[in-house]
């Protein structure tokens, strides 16, 4: 708004000198706004310096790219450029989508995030509710404090940690396994074992810190409630169902719909470095990320990749704004924004 | 204290006992496997306690140490440089935008809000750091990218905001400019807000893997996850091929392979693991606060 102000000032004034004609209203509004933000500008200086370096760092980082994503509809040849590069349209999506991967990547990173998901959720919304029951208060910072241990891994070292379990030979896990079943339990090799065995290390990663999101959120209930629960009669198991969980309710319904509107991001670390990139693994491992991150380190096939990103994207957004208009039609308290 | 609910906390205690031994599982197997000795683990397998207690992997590593201390050195700048420079940046902008008599916020805030849902994605970003900023094999790629992270901005004007604008105002009527009103007034007040950034900077800097292992591919300039990543192949070149990545004759048969590996992830977490179990109280606070209010 700031820079069609100026421009049309711009205009404005060198068609008074030129033309003689009189200035319309507009122009004389125009000019009006460029010199009180003139003046702003002036006076705020300093403050508009300290958001400089931020502005720039965005301006590089996040706007230019934008422009780079017309790559997606073009035939990318480095010695052009970017934007000297040819039109193709939407080969580059067919190219994707007519391809055997689109479908079992895409089934991959909806289902196991959906999983994922829901997992998590469960998982930390119960652990919340227990530590919620804990009153020692020493006991209450021990489990928490063993919870986020695993947060502060990376998951290079999640993945190889995970090796003491399932390891072929040695992995207590396996071992477990091969004594029970007296077959042989090939984790690394096996892909429909991880199904299964990601949520459950996302679970492990990530249940420490957001358990506790909904634990500082059930501090803040006011305890009469559950005296007076208690009072009339109501167990503790009731007093659950009926306080605590409605009270957590808008949280959790707007954590999933900010994890819901990144399905198709699944997180790069958990989906690469937890199966160690295992070929044999990629028939359930493999998703958009770890698709695209190997499109483009691997084969250097950059138009793909980019492809592949703009739809990422594009479908991120609708669902944000999809799985936001259900949550404000349950309960109009709901919506994100 | 009361008998009807002590069930229910039997329960809440047993089910959270389970669960925290579930988490600390691989810790303890790592750090046991580690110390064990070669031969043990061939005929044991991985325990919980070592079966015969050897320090020889430690040993190993610590003879060679060159690409641990090059992963060490490496991360540590990044960390420093990254967490340093990057805080400042994102204070100043925080401070900017919670101030409420900055007529320029809201379009700021506007332009920094957008960054959250549309990005250009991998490859756009990819071409821009290798071929316009040719950044390639260079820190600096792992750093600045970082800068001034939209969550992390409104997360830290939250707390400016609650620095009492009255405080402001009495300074710059004493003729305090905006820069002194942002050192000396704001930054001292929101310390903790500030530490809990800068403790959330740290770790993922130092846990950085994903941009290093696009940008980075000279082995002297690998961060600790990458030296990290690389371990199984480092470890199965001494066990193929018997010479070390600097090229040492080594005998396969007396490296202790597997422990190596541990002993390995023992030494990058180990740091990290120290620094945290301490500053993990700050870390917890902020991070709740922020998760609540943002």
Same mark, same amino acid.
């Given at each position: 708004?700031? $820079?069609?102000?100026?421009?049309? $000032? ?39 310096? +300290? ?50 991967? $689109? ?10 995030? $959906? ?43 999640? *993945?190889? +940690? ?137 084969? *250097? ?37 | ?121 991998? @490859? ?33 004007? @939250? ?136």
């Amino acid at each position: 708004m700031k $820079a069609s102000g100026r421009t049309e $000032a711009i205009v404005g004034s060198s068609g008074l000198a030129t033309r003689v004609n009189p200035p319309t209203g507009v122009q004389i509004v125009a000019a009006e706004r460029v010199r009180k933000w003139g003046k702003y500008a002036k006076e705020d200086r300093h403050l508009l310096l +300290m958001t400089l370096p931020a502005v720039v760092k965005i301006l590089i980082f996040s706007y230019l790219p934008l422009i780079g994503i017309v790559i997606a509809f073009k035939d990318y040849v480095p010695r052009l450029g970017i934007l000297g590069s040819p039109w193709n349209g939407l080969e580059n999506f067919e190219f994707f989508f007519k391809s055997s991967d $689109a479908w079992r990547i895409l089934r991959n990173t909806i289902g196991l995030n $959906a999983l994922i998901i829901a997992a998590e959720l469960v998982v930390a919304v119960s652990m919340a509710l227990l530590l919620y029951e804990i009153s020692n208060r020493k006991a209450l910072k021990a489990y928490q404090s063993i919870m986020f241990f695993p947060y502060f891994f990376s998951w290079v070292l999640t *993945g190889l +940690m995970l090796t003491t379990l399932l390891n072929p030979n040695n992995g207590i896990v396996s071992r477990l396994i091969e004594d029970m079943t007296g077959r042989e339990a090939a984790f690394y090799s096996e892909p429909w074992y991880w199904i299964v065995i990601l949520p459950l290390v996302s679970i492990w990663k990530g249940t420490g810190f957001s358990s506790l999101i909904y634990y500082s959120a059930l501090m803040g209930i006011d305890k009469d409630l559950f005296e007076a629960a208690e009072i009339d009669g109501a167990t503790k198991l009731q007093a659950m169902r009926f306080i605590s969980l409605p009270f957590l309710m808008p949280i959790m319904v707007m954590l999933t719909i900010l994890a819901v509107g990144h399905i198709l991001r699944a997180d790069f670390g958990l989906f690469y470095f937890v199966p160690r990139n295992v070929s044999a693994l990629y028939p359930v491992t493999d998703v958009l990320d770890t698709y695209v991150f190997r499109a483009l380190t691997v084969n *250097g096939n950059f138009t793909m990749s980019a492809a592949v990103s703009v739809f990422q994207s594009f479908v991120g957004l609708v669902l944000i704004l999809g799985t936001n208009r259900l949550a404000k039609m349950y309960d109009k308290e709901y919506g994100l924004f | 204290m009361n008998t009807r609910t002590l069930p229910i906390r039997l329960l809440a205690h047993g089910c959270l006992l389970l669960f925290c031994c579930i988490c600390l599982l691989p810790m303890v197997l790592t750090l046991s496997v580690s110390l064990t000795e070669g031969a043990a683990i061939q005929r044991y397998g991985y325990a919980l306690i070592p079966p015969s207690f050897s320090l020889d992997a430690y040993a190993f590593i610590l003879d060679d140490m060159k690409t641990l201390i090059d992963g060490y050195r490496n991360s540590l700048l990044i960390v420093v440089f990254g967490t340093t420079l990057n805080l400042l940046v994102t204070s100043m902008v925080s401070y900017s935008l919670a101030r409420r008599d900055f007529r320029f916020g809201k379009a700021i805030s506007v332009y920094i809000f957008v960054t959250m849902i549309f990005s250009g994605g991998l @490859v756009p970003t990819y071409i821009l750091i290798v071929q316009y900023l040719g950044w390639k094999n260079m820190l600096i790629a792992l750093i600045v990218p970082a800068f001034a992270a939209p969550f992390q901005i409104f997360l830290l004007r @939250v707390f400016f905001q609650e620095v009492p604008q009255a405080l402001t105002e009495s300074a710059k009527i004493d003729g305090a400019s905006d820069w002194r009103t942002y050192w000396s007034i704001a930054l001292p007040l929101s310390r903790p807000a500030l530490a809990t950034l800068a403790l959330m900077m740290t770790l993922s800097y130092w846990n950085e893997t994903f941009n290093a292992m696009l940008f980075i591919d000279k082995s002297s300039l690998f961060p600790i996850q990458l030296v990290l990543k690389n371990i199984q192949s480092y470890v199965e070149m001494i066990r193929n091929v018997g010479f070390d990545p600097s090229g040492n004759l080594v005998d396969p048969s007396d490296v202790p392979t597997e422990s190596i590996m541990y002993a390995m992830m023992v030494l990058t977490s180990l740091p990290v693991m120290f620094i945290f179990s301490f500053l993990q109280k700050y870390f917890v606070k902020g991070m709740t606060l922020g998760a609540v209010k943002g």
